[in-house]
Each structure stands twice: as C-alpha cells, then as structure tokens.
C-alpha cells in the first residue's frame, strides 16, 4: 500500500516531465540546426533557385540580369511554320542533350555496378584477419584520395596512344596489334572513362561496405559453422542480408556521385561525344556556348532526375540512414 | 549420444599455451561441467569440443573415432553461445530451422514438426514469428537453445550460457537447462560456467580448469568433499573455504587447515578466537567475518541471524570430521 501511495504522485507527473523534456530537446535540435540549414540555403538553396529560374528566361552571359521570362521555350519550343511543317526546339528535342542522358545512365550504372562488386570483394578480404590489415587499409584509400584531376591527368598518360604505358605493355604482350587511342577514340572512350573512374572510387565503396560488415557480430558466423552452413551459403544468406542497409547507403552515395560526374570526363576525354554526360553538356552551354539559358534548363533537368532517382530509391529500396538495422 | 575422449590435447595460440595437455572422458549422456576461474581455458577447452577452433597437438575422438580434423557440423554438435549468437534478420523459426533448411533430405513437414516440436519443449510457440531483437534476453537464450535442440544433436555445448541474464532468470533457466536434460538424457552436454553454483547444481561430473589443464574430475559432493587440493577446495562451495596456516595449522600437523563456513561452531569454549569484522544477515542463515591473524578473514555460517558486533570478541571450532588438512605443496593429507 505505502508504495502504491507513493508511486502514484510520481507517475501522475511523470507525462507533463517527459514531455517538457522532449519540448527542450526539439527546440535545441532546431537550433543546431539552424547554422547547417542558413549555410545550405546560401550555397545551394539560392544557387539552385537562381539556376532554375534563368532556366525559363533568355538569359545569356552577357546579360544575365537583363534576362526575360520566357516560359518553357528553354525546355521545348513548338512552331508550326505556314507550310504546315512543325519545328521542335529546346533541350528536350535536342538529340545531343538525349546523348548525353544515355552517356549519364551508363556510366552511373555500369560504374556503380562494379564498384558495388569490387568494393565489396575487396571490403570482405580487408574484413578477414591478417597481418598488416592497417597498413593495407590505409593503402587502399590512396586512388581516392588523389585528386580527380591529379589521377585524370596520370591515367591520359598511360592511357596515350603513343607514350602510354598501357599501349607499350599490350603490344609486348602481344595483346595488341596496333597501339589504341583509347580516351580519343569514340569506341573505347567510355570504356577508358569507366576504367578510371572505377579504379579510384572503388576503395570509397569498400571503406563504407567494411563499416557495414563490421556491424555484424562475429558469433552468428560460429552459430552457421555449426549449422554447417558453406561459406558461399554464408554470405548470401547471412552477410549479405545484414550489410543490406549498409550497402544500399553506398551506392545511393555513388549513384549520386556518378550522376553528375564531370571532372573526370572533362579531364580524360575532352569533347568526346562518347562521354559527354549532362554535366558537361550544361557546362558547356552554361559557360563556353554563351546559351546560359538553355545551360541552366539542362542543369535543371539534371537536378530533376536525380531527386526523383533518390526519392524512388529511398521509397522502393526501403533505405534505412540510421546505420543497421539490428 | 557420444562418448567423448580427449588425449593429452594441446592449444597453443602463436606463443602463448592455453590449454597444455589434458586428458579427460566424458561418458554418453552424461551432463559434464567445466569450471575455473577466468582465463583456465575452459571456453577453449569446449571450442576445440565443438571444432571451432583447431587442436594443436594431441587427440579427440568422438565414440572411438579421430574427430581432429571433422568440421563442427560433421561431429553432431550444438552449441549455446553466451551472446545466443542468433541470426539477427531471422525469424525466430527461420533461425531455429536454418541448419536443417540447408541440410538435404529433410522435407518442410518434417522441419517444421522438430521444430515445433523445440519451440514447445522451451514454451517459445507464440514467439516463433518474431525477430529476436523483439525478444527479451531470457526469450533470446531460450530461443538458442531450442536452435540447438532442433539440430537434434549428439554432444550438447554450452558456452556460459546464463552469464548474461539477471540473477532471477539465471536460476530459472538453470532449472530448465536441468529439466531439458533429464528429457534428452541420451544426450552429451558439457557446459562451461565460471559459477561454482552452476556447476554444483547442474552437473553429473564437474572438471576444473586452472591454468590450461585439468585440476581434479569428479561429482559435485566428490569436489566438495574430498578436494584435491587447495586450489579446487577454494573453487567450490560457497562461501568459500576458510584456509588457517600457522600455529593453528601445526596443531593439526599440517601446513594449512581447510574448513568450510558451515562446518565451523562459535561457541565459548571454542579452540580459536577471533574479532568479528562484519556480519551478513542473508535471513536463513548468516555470515560472521571474522579476523583470526589470517591473510584472509575467516567466514562463519550460522544458521538463523546474528547480531555480533564488530570489534567484538568471539569463539569457533572447527567440527573435527570435517576438517581438510593440506601440505606445502597444497595436496591434502588423508
């Protein structure tokens, strides 16, 4: 009874506490937040803002301010002329803006596929005990931690049809019957693009697969060896369920990154219609073609894109960014 | 269902020796527990039971047979891990039927009657559409061992399986463990635990470990009575064993005296003399501390409470029957 009596008070006045607490706690969120949230308005909310509004004016380079509204005319433009013909104008009856869509979406893909492959075999052999792990971990990270430019330029040089290493190694292997031009030609370009890119981003997906598998207790594998489950069996059924949120975390970073990838093609194959992505067409339009309007339609088009890929991705593929779900 | 033998088995990781050569036969069906202060080797000991980890030199055979280089799911084992070690993104029954699902020649019928048939043996039915991180750690335990039983196996390990529950539970599950083990009784277990109560209370044979090998095999009441030595008469029982060397000790013709809490009287005319330095009032009975010149204070247990005040002077005896007497070398004199 006496500790009936005496709890009752306590738990009548516990919801007005708690409740006080969380107000506390909401309004001391928002206020670190607030820093963050001023400084992403400035340089990306207002940026973004501005990018899509000239993307509906004629606005050029030299005179951005004088730009007018213009509507979708940036977009899509249709005329009929008086002898009955109908003109398409605009990015989106532009077939070099539609090239560069496709360029986009296959290197996105096939880059991130194998990225997501490699990193991962790589996550899981840097995840196994051995000597000189640290070493070697810290190692791995060196392809990303060059600069793109630095390692766009040094892989152009191997890659040179005349100096390249890689030209020199085939023909003395015999691999090779002639030496290939391989970023300058519009066959091999995006092969050459894809060679790079993979190479220096595949340590990055490692690093963030290896924190994910790191996460898994290292019992449940004892538990399957003795529920005589075979290595391979293993990883399908156990490892690869549990590194899942991980896992879908890293590629919607590198989705991402690859999405809008410019330095890299900018770099290696300059004006190559093999490559081009959307990137560096709006680039191009924005800054060298003086069609700043039509630049920033196509910059817009891309933000576009990639909202809706990330919106689908974090709907569809159920992405959990608290880090596991145990 | 198996007879395990081990002969002068060694593991030795890099430089250092953990377990250095032991000897040691656990019959079929018989409840065999490991005890031993930490770092004996005793979770070793039943890993390399288990074949999780590697022999470096010596024997292990399983009903007569070599089982050095069996994988862990060849020797028809099962394991209890501390942590449960149950597969995180599976359903309590997916984790109870994975190592069957995987086996052939099992149709689903027949996985799911063994395993309805576990899940009902440890009271989990309702629980088997759960996640385990649903459950509670009892549950989470329970779960685990019901992995194990489904497995249907021959030798039944259990890694210090109550060690990470509360106090109410362990004495619970420790009476289930017991229960599932008059019910499997055809079934080897061996169990490993650094509780002296566990061992006590749930083995047929108790083995204790210290420093890599075996200390003294034998019953429950065999340690407690006949102890052989100082090391295991310390180990078991609760409170531990009282030791007096000395003067004390020479008047029995021995270098230590052993005597156990519950065997000493205080009475007026006792032998010894010593000052109270604290009581502990458990309700059934009581512990008086006592200071007797020793490196460590002597336990008393009395039965019913006591209010001896500390500081205060009193008398003990030790009932002569019941006396250990140990040489230098810390083996008793018989």
């Known amino acids: 009874m006496t500790s009936e009596a005496i709890g009752a008070p306590t738990a009548a006045a516990q919801p007005r506490q708690k409740s006080e607490l969380m107000q506390q706690r909401v309004r001391a969120a928002r206020l670190f937040l607030l820093p963050m949230m001023i400084a992403l308005a400035v340089v990306a909310g207002w940026p973004l803002a501005r990018s899509i509004y000239f993307s509906f004016t004629d606005a050029t380079l030299n005179d951005l301010y004088g730009a007018e509204w213009i509507g979708f005319g940036n977009y899509l433009q249709i005329r009929v002329l008086e002898s009955g013909r109908t003109i398409y104008r605009g990015v989106l009856a532009d077939p070099a803006w539609w090239n560069a869509v496709w360029n986009t979406v296959r290197f996105a893909f096939w880059s991130v ?56 190694l085939g023909m003395r292997l015999g691999l090779l ?25 595949t340590p990055f997906m490692a690093l963030l697969i290896l924190a994910g598998l790191q996460m898994i207790p290292k019992d449940i594998y004892e538990a399957a060896e003795i529920d005589g489950v075979h290595p391979v069996k293993q990883f399908f059924r156990i490892t690869l369920p549990l590194v899942r949120p991980a896992l879908m975390v890293a590629i919607i970073f590198r989705v991402l990154d690859a999405l809008r990838i410019f330095d890299l093609i900018y770099v ?48 569809l593929g159920k992405v959990n960014f608290d880090g596991g779900d145990r | 269902m198996a007879a395990i033998e081990l002969r002068n088995v060694k593991k030795s990781f890099g430089v250092v020796n953990v377990i250095k050569g032991v000897d040691l036969e656990v019959k079929k069906g018989e409840f065999m527990v490991f005890v031993g202060p930490s770092g004996c080797g005793k979770s070793t000991l039943l890993r ?95 779960v685990a061992i019901g992995r194990a039983i489904t497995r249907d196996p021959k030798v039944f390990l259990f890694d210090e399986p109550l060690s990470n529950l509360d106090a109410a539970l ?71 064993m009282n030791f007096v060397a000395g003067e004390k000790a020479s008047a029995f013709s021995c270098s230590t ?58 008398r003990v005896s030790p009932q002569e029957d019941r006396i250990h007497r140990f040489n230098e070398a810390g083996k008793p004199i018989r």
């Open chain 2, 48 to 142: 390399l039971i288990s074949g999780l980890e590697d022999i470096t030199s010596g024997e292990m055979l399983f009903d007569g047979k070599v089982v050095n280089a069996l994988t862990p799911s060849k020797r028809g084992i099962a394991m209890v891990f501390q942590s449960y070690a149950l597969y995180p993104h599976m359903t309590v029954y997916e984790n109870m039927a994975f190592g069957l699902k995987l086996e052939k020649g099992h149709s689903k019928e027949a996985i799911r009657q063994r395993v309805e048939k576990a899940a009902d043996m440890l009271q989990i039915r309702q629980y088997l559409d759960r996640l385990p991180k649903q459950l509670s750690g009892g549950q989470r335990q329970r």
């Open chain 2, 170 to 240: 362990r004495v619970a599950t420790r009476i289930e463990i017991a229960k599932l083990h008059e019910e499997m009784n055809d079934v080897t277990m061996i169990y490993v635990t650094h509780d002296q109560v566990e061992a006590m209370t749930l083995a047929d044979r108790i083995c204790v470990l210290r420093d890599g090998l075996v200390e003294q095999v034998g019953t429950p009441m065999e340690l407690y009575e006949r102890p052989d030595s100082i090391f295991v008469a310390g180990f078991i029982g609760s409170p531990k």
């Open chain 1, 177 to 201: 019957n002639a030496p290939v031009a391989w970023t300058a030609s519009p066959d091999t370009a995006m092969l050459a693009v894809l060679v790079v890119d993979i190479w220096k981003t």
């Open chain 1, 113 to 168: 596929l194998w990225e997501t492959i490699l990193g991962m075999i790589v996550a899981l052999v840097l995840n196994a005990e051995f000597k000189g792990r640290g070493i070697v971990r810290a190692a791995i990270l060196i392809p990303w931690a060059i600069p793109t430019i630095v390692s766009a330029r040094m892989w152009s040089w191997m890659l040179n049809d005349q100096f390249g290493i890689l030209n020199d």
């Open chain 1, 268 to 315: 290696l194959t300059p004006n190559s219609a093999a490559t081009k992505t959307m990137s560096v067409i709006s680039q191009e339009n924005l800054f060298q073609f003086n069609n700043f309007a039509e630049g920033s339609a196509q910059s817009t088009l891309l933000f576009l894109l990639i909202a809706i890929f990330t919106i689908l991705y974090i709907w």
């Open chain 2, 257 to 314: 005296v052993g005597i156990r809490g519950e065997h000493m009287d205080i009475k007026p005319d006792g032998i010894w003399e010593g000052k109270v330095i604290h009581t502990e009032n458990l309700g059934a009975d009581s512990y008086v501390y006592l200071d007797m010149g020793q490196e460590e204070p002597v336990v008393v247990r009395h039965d019913g409470t006591t209010n001896y005040q500390s500081g205060s002077l009193v």
